[in-house]
């Protein structure tokens, strides 16, 4: 299952965050992860089995980024 998940950030925290993702890497999750402009500041395509695993990784792990203000998930249906 692929979802993308919208991240705002504190000021300055983007580049920090962006990498923390990027070394996770599919094994961890994330396949891609981007900055974007606009109302969210870093966008990241986390993959897992279902949506609960899904979860378990914005919950447990992307939410608890020091410099992540909110998240938002948008599973994908297609």
Avoid at 15 to 32: A, F, K, N, T
Avoid at 48 to 57: H, L, S
């Amino acid at each position: 299952m692929k979802a993308y998940v919208l991240m705002t950030t504190r000021v300055g925290a983007s580049p920090e965050i962006q990498d923390e993702l990027r070394g996770w890497g599919p094994e961890g999750g994330i396949h891609e992860v981007d900055a974007v402009a606009g109302n969210y500041d870093v966008v990241a395509v986390v993959e897992a089995p279902g949506p609960k695993e899904i979860g378990d990784i914005v919950m447990g792990r992307i939410q608890h980024l020091d410099g992540v203000l909110t998240t938002v998930t948008l599973f994908s249906i297609g």
